[in-house]
């Protein structure tokens, strides 16, 4: 049996005995579904909703010019390169538009490079890890946050982002499907 193999029965198969009289408690209906899928169902499966301090997260002053931001680990399966590549696109129609990259990860160095294939160079700014303060004003000031993930659990940035009055646009995956309201909150 491969260490593949030996990991889905794992999970698959001992984790629902193991935890089989145990209460569960998740925090999106895409959690929950993945959970009865794997058979981990339990005595019963909860959900409670991520929230955010609309004390902290709120709306404020957006950025004078068109400030597109993605705020999160520079990971691939995060498909921040779709970000990009599409970001040439919109500033062809929205000169004067910026992106900002706020985060860290092994994608970062790709990412600069795809930049600078596509001409992209003062148009969009990698700013690194941010503070929570910072991260804050970034989520006020954007026009709009991206989220291209193609696998994502919830989106806790997406509900800072709209706390703070900036629509969200996501992919059309579970995870986002919770926490962006289409055409309300955002679009997917």
Not at 27 to 56: A, F
């Amino acid at each position: 049996i491969g260490l593949a193999q030996f990991a889905c029965f794992l999970e698959r198969d001992i984790m629902a005995l193991v935890y089989k009289n145990k209460y569960f408690v998740t925090v999106s209906e895409s959690s929950k579904e993945e959970m009865v899928q794997y058979g981990i169902i339990g005595k019963g499966i909860e959900i409670v909703h991520n929230g955010v301090d609309l004390k902290t997260f709120r709306p404020a002053e957006k950025s004078p010019l068109p400030m597109v931001l993605y705020l999160g680990r520079l990971k691939a399966y995060k498909s921040i390169d779709v970000l990009v590549a599409a970001f040439k696109i919109i500033t062809t129609k929205v000169p004067d538009a910026f992106l900002v990259i706020a985060g860290r990860g092994e994608e970062e160095n790709h990412l600069k490079r795809l930049v600078s294939q596509l001409e992209l160079e003062g148009k969009v700014i990698f700013t690194g890890k941010v503070s929570e303060g910072d991260k804050i004003d970034l989520l006020q000031k954007a026009w709009v946050m991206v989220n291209p993930s193609f696998m994502e659990g919830w989106g806790i940035t997406t509900i800072e982002a709209n706390a703070c009055g900036t629509p969200v646009i996501g992919s059309d995956v579970q995870g986002l499907r919770d926490s962006i309201q289409d055409d309300e909150t955002g679009y997917l």
